[in-house]
């Protein structure tokens, strides 16, 4: 499999959805989400780098020791990619898991995900 511009990305973004230091996370932000980004998931949207900065840091302190690991592949096209994650809670069961759908920009950095809890309806 060819490595593609949106996996980097998603490495990246994964890698700030667990790193507890704020200045640590802001600098992985900058090298993988575009500074006018959007997020948005069942509960939450927001935009900007500060903003998903700020819902990771209350992630982590809503969820101490938990984790968020994408567990496939980065299949994209034309611009636009998925992957499957998963929620790890601090005693390592299976918390959650979803599917995130994203946009990637020019620069090769993510302009929007949205993501979904839970496997697919019937």
Known sequence: MTLTVGNAAV???AAAWR????AARRTLLDTCWAEDGVYCDPLNRVEGRDGLSSLIGSFQEENPGARIDVVSGVDEHDGYLRFAWRM???DGSVAVEGTDFGEVDGEGTLRRIVGFFGPLPA
Not at 19 to 22: I, N, Q, R, S, V
Request: glycine letters at 0%; zero cysteines.
């Open 88 to 90: 790890l809670a601090a």
């Open 11 to 13: 490495e990246r973004y």
């Open 19 to 22: 790193e507890t230091d704020a």
